[in-house]
């Protein structure tokens, strides 16, 4: 463990730099949780349409940069959502095959398949959208904050190798919400960098 200590009369701590204003930011995890069937992937594909060509989305200014989608559940049904969107033409990339966040390299492996992503794109990634978080981690008990720490664990080292960003999906059941939104929390006190609380109306996809 190393530490380090910094006095609160010094220089103040830089502004945030956002990719989507006051939402996501440019460096860090940023989680969009929901029941299942509210609409995260719809939401989270017009964020990545967004982000990859500079546009509003949410009335939100975003900064434009080259988005990797990374899904673990429908490779065919992302593939169409984007390119509804227009995603054939901007620097968007769809990432699929056996994902789990919970094998002892998964943060090595994400990381070196954002870099390469990158490498097909011609410019660095600067938003992963990884959908969705049970989906992504086999065998993994959402609603235990020691499971959702080991996955965000291998978010945090590659999005800090690679200084992506990273939107994260996450089912909550109307019967385990409470608790998996408690499991989600107590997971990200333990980043080193995280987007503010930001909420939408009850019953639809809100921000943590």
């Known amino acids: 463990m190393k ?3 910094t006095k609160l009369d010094g220089p103040p701590p830089p502004p945030t730099e956002w990719l989507v204003e006051g939402v996501i930011p440019a460096l860090g995890i ?11 992937t ?79 794109l011609g410019q660095p990634i600067r ?5 969705a978080l049970g989906s992504a981690c086999r065998g993994m008990d959402e609603n235990s904050a020691k499971d959702v720490s080991r996955a965000m664990g291998a978010l945090v080292a590659a999005t800090e190798a690679t200084k992506a960003a990273v939107l994260l999906l996450a089912h909550v059941a109307k019967s385990g919400a409470t608790s998996r939104v408690r499991a989600i929390r107590r997971s990200r006190r333990t980043l080193k960098s995280a987007s503010q609380s ?11």
């Open 3 to 5: 530490l380090m200590l």
């Open 30 to 40: 940023s989680v969009l949780a929901s029941q299942p069937g509210m609409g995260k």
């Open 42 to 120: 719809i939401l989270a594909a017009n964020i990545a349409t967004a982000v990859a060509s500079g546009s509003p989305v949410l009335d939100r200014a975003t900064k434009p940069g080259a988005v990797m989608f990374l899904t673990a559940e429908s490779q065919a049904t992302t593939h169409r959502r984007l390119s509804l969107l227009g995603g054939g033409r901007l620097p968007i990339v769809i990432a699929h095959g056996e994902v789990n966040l919970l094998d002892d390299d998964a943060g090595e492996v994400l990381a070196t398949t954002i870099s390469d992503a990158g490498r097909m």
């Open 127 to 131: 938003l992963v959208i990884v959908d």
């Open 198 to 208: 930001k909420f939408t109306k009850a019953g639809r996809p809100w921000f943590l």
